[in-house]
């Protein structure tokens, strides 16, 4: 038996409804958004607390964005069946409110991989998400890991349900972290993932990986040496911005274009940094990648 947050009330108000989220065990609002009903809520997360995205990014109510919030109740260890969370918050169009509830989960129960539902699962200090047959790593409970190994797979209900993403912010600002083991089916590394982990040093692993995000490992100063295999054919602009020791870069991938490389990419890495690249794309990529926010003295070879 474990238990999962499922989403059980998407509602869309033109009020502020004040007093409707009382009996609620966790209220995220806007500020200024019905805070009368998030202060007296017995458990609040103000955006002042809110450490998962920005506010900014927070407030487009993306379906991640308020997974994320789910995640970050119930990695907090404090949860118990039936408690229920409301989201409340302005988009674009509307102010928002989404509800979801902790419920009972059999553990033999068959995964239907056609819904929509995202079950988060807690496997010792660390949560996934798991949708649609595949799991993202999501969160981490523990703030002092210094290691972290990113599976292959999980398994969940009696399946071996593959990794194959890293939710944004997963590890962001994680102070103690030093090493990442990527696992071999993680395509996707989001942005902001592992932004700030200041003394991250050693990255191994990820020969599946096809896309790395905006910022995805910016602020990672203590970072000397990275390998991006040859499925990779994205990576987002400031995706090692300011990695300050990264001296060894081996590009493997003949698949990247200068408009799949994103602007300043790479600015601020060591300034005698050698990037070696494929033999074939040498003279291309010297090209683009001098636009790419690294310095005079970087070199490029084959």
Same mark, same amino acid.
């Given at each position: 038996m474990s238990l999962k947050f499922k989403l059980y009330g998407d509602v869309q108000r033109n009020d502020r409804g004040r007093g409707i989220y009382e009996s609620c065990d966790i209220i995220v609002a806007e500020p200024g958004l019905d805070r009368d009903a998030t202060l007296n809520a017995g458990y609040s997360m103000m955006p002042d607390d809110y450490n998962a995205l920005s506010w900014g990014n927070y407030t487009t109510g993306g379906f991640s964005d308020r997974e994320t919030v789910v995640s970050r109740y119930m990695s907090s260890?404090?949860?118990?069946?039936?408690?229920?969370?409301?989201?409340?918050?302005? =988009?674009? #169009? !509307?102010? +928002?409110?989404?509800? /979801?509830?902790? $419920?009972?989960?059999?553990?033999? $129960?068959? =995964?239907?991989?056609?819904?929509? !539902? =995202?079950?988060?699962?807690?496997?010792?200090?660390?949560? /996934?998400?798991?949708?649609?047959?595949?799991?993202?790593? #999501? /969160?981490?409970?523990? $703030?002092?890991? =210094?290691?972290? *190994?990113?599976?292959?797979? @999980? *398994? /969940?209900?009696?399946?071996?349900?593959?990794?194959?993403?890293?939710?944004a912010e997963a590890f962001k600002d994680?102070?103690?972290?030093?090493?990442?083991? @990527?696992?071999?089916?993680?395509?996707? @590394?989001?942005?902001?993932? #592992?932004?700030? +982990?200041?003394?991250?040093?050693?990255?191994?692993?990820?020969?599946?990986?096809?896309? @790395?995000g905006e910022a995805a490992f910016s602020g990672c100063r203590s970072l000397n040496k990275i390998t991006l295999y040859s499925k990779v054919k994205r990576i987002g602009k400031k995706a090692f911005l300011n990695c300050a020791k990264l001296k060894k870069i081996t590009i493997k991938t003949t698949k990247l274009t200068s408009g799949k490389v994103g602007k300043n990419a790479f600015k601020g890495i060591y300034k005698k940094a050698v990037f070696k690249v494929p033999k074939k794309k040498l003279a291309a990529y010297k090209k683009f990648l001098k636009k790419k926010g690294i310095g005079k003295k970087v070199k490029i070879k084959k």
């Amino acid at each position: 038996m474990s238990l999962k947050f499922k989403l059980y009330g998407d509602v869309q108000r033109n009020d502020r409804g004040r007093g409707i989220y009382e009996s609620c065990d966790i209220i995220v609002a806007e500020p200024g958004l019905d805070r009368d009903a998030t202060l007296n809520a017995g458990y609040s997360m103000m955006p002042d607390d809110y450490n998962a995205l920005s506010w900014g990014n927070y407030t487009t109510g993306g379906f991640s964005d308020r997974e994320t919030v789910v995640s970050r109740y119930m990695s907090s260890g404090g949860y118990s069946e039936g408690d229920e969370i409301a989201i409340y918050l302005r =988009t674009s #169009f !509307d102010q +928002c409110e989404w509800r /979801y509830r902790l $419920e009972k989960h059999e553990s033999n $129960e068959e =995964t239907n991989n056609n819904t929509a !539902d =995202t079950d988060y699962v807690l496997k010792g200090d660390l949560v /996934y998400a798991v949708r649609n047959g595949k799991a993202s790593f #999501f /969160y981490r409970k523990n $703030e002092n890991l =210094t290691k972290i *190994t990113i599976p292959a797979a @999980i *398994t /969940y209900n009696g399946k071996r349900i593959p990794v194959t993403s890293v939710y944004a912010e997963a590890f962001k600002d994680m102070k103690k972290l030093k090493t990442v083991v @990527i696992g071999e089916n993680v395509s996707v @590394i989001e942005k902001n993932a #592992f932004l700030n +982990c200041r003394k991250l040093k050693t990255i191994t692993g990820g020969k599946a990986l096809v896309s @790395i995000g905006e910022a995805a490992f910016s602020g990672c100063r203590s970072l000397n040496k990275i390998t991006l295999y040859s499925k990779v054919k994205r990576i987002g602009k400031k995706a090692f911005l300011n990695c300050a020791k990264l001296k060894k870069i081996t590009i493997k991938t003949t698949k990247l274009t200068s408009g799949k490389v994103g602007k300043n990419a790479f600015k601020g890495i060591y300034k005698k940094a050698v990037f070696k690249v494929p033999k074939k794309k040498l003279a291309a990529y010297k090209k683009f990648l001098k636009k790419k926010g690294i310095g005079k003295k970087v070199k490029i070879k084959k």
